[in-house]
């Protein structure tokens, strides 16, 4: 059996734009031919490749089709550009990203890559779990995640460790203090989503076993925001809360608490340059922005995952 380019490079263009139109309009054909490719495609397996939901998603046999396909474009691009001398062909690097490090040390990797002139970077925001998948389906080549165990046919390595400290409005503080400390119990929390459990984490240290009022908002700028607004405490990054700290907006809650999670870097196991340079430039700029990694990988795999998604 002999897969046909184009059958590939068609699945992959479905699993990328979510739909046979949008894949249509990407390859420069029709719909119809867009359909006929993967029933072919199907025919000649003997399985179905791509489930037609939407957005479309590959099938565990597609999974691994959709993997050869994005190796194939990858390196193709890159042998392109090597023979080309001028207008050369800019290669796809779909990455996932955590949202706390999308909104920190992250933007340091996006302005390197400004300058480069041969990627196309398309980034998600996605928590661990999600990442995990975005790579064993093969839609993204690389990612950012607190997930220590490498997806298949992928290898992990230790990034940096991000430390999240409780904060709160010294009014909200004052209003729920209990004698010489803190009403954990009553005073409002915020989290970013139900995956979110780095204020459990704390609740749990102090022995609270119910449930306090909790908030729920699922954006980067707009926790921090309800936290500042008096909405809730919350956990906040270090180089979050720090100038938050400074002004007097906040205070932080409890001086020993806090919560340490370790990122790791997972990227494909691929012989490609573009995927390299991208990987360094993870490496080197998580390196600038926190704590060392603990290499301690047993202890970390208990870690709670960054706040999602991400």
Not at 59 to 72: H, K, N, P
Not at 115 to 129: H, S, T, Y
Not at 215 to 227: K, L, T
């Amino acid at each position: 059996m002999r897969l046909q380019p184009e059958h590939l490079a068609t699945l992959l263009a479905i699993v990328d734009t979510g739909t046979f139109d949008a894949a249509a309009r990407r390859l420069h054909v029709t719909p119809s031919a867009v359909s006929q490719r993967v029933k072919a495609l199907e025919a000649e397996l003997g399985q179905v490749v791509v489930v037609r939901t939407t957005p479309c998603r590959p099938t565990s046999a597609g999974e691994a089709l959709v993997r050869l396909a994005r190796q194939q474009s990858l390196l193709e691009s890159e042998a392109l550009a090597s023979l080309a001398t001028d207008g050369r062909p800019r290669s796809d690097l779909p990455i996932v990203v955590n949202a706390d490090s999308m909104s920190t040390w992250f933007g340091a990797v996006l302005a390197e890559a400004a300058a480069w002139d041969d990627v196309v970077l398309r980034l998600r925001v996605e928590d661990q779990d999600h990442s995990a998948r975005l790579l064993r389906s093969g839609e993204v080549l690389g990612a950012v995640t607190s997930d220590p165990t490498p997806v298949q046919g992928c290898s992990t390595e230790p990034l940096v460790t991000m430390r999240y400290l409780p904060a709160a409005t010294p009014r909200l503080l004052e209003r729920h203090r209990g004698g010489r400390g803190i009403d954990w119990a009553a005073m409002p929390l915020v989290r970013f989503n139900e995956k979110d459990d780095i204020q459990q984490r704390i609740l749990d240290r102090h022995g609270v076993t119910g449930a306090p009022p909790t908030h729920e908002v699922p954006d980067g700028g707009g926790f921090v925001a309800a936290v500042r607004s008096g909405l809730g405490w919350g956990a906040l990054l270090t180089t979050q809360l720090a100038p938050l700290l400074d002004s007097g907006e906040l205070v932080r809650l409890g001086a020993r608490d806090h919560v340490d999670v370790q990122l790791y870097w997972q990227r494909w196991r691929l012989p490609s340059a573009q995927l390299e340079r991208l990987s360094d430039t993870v490496r080197r700029e998580a390196a600038r922005a926190g704590i060392r990694p603990d290499r301690g990988s047993a202890r970390l795999r208990r870690q709670p995952g960054p706040r999602g998604p991400g």
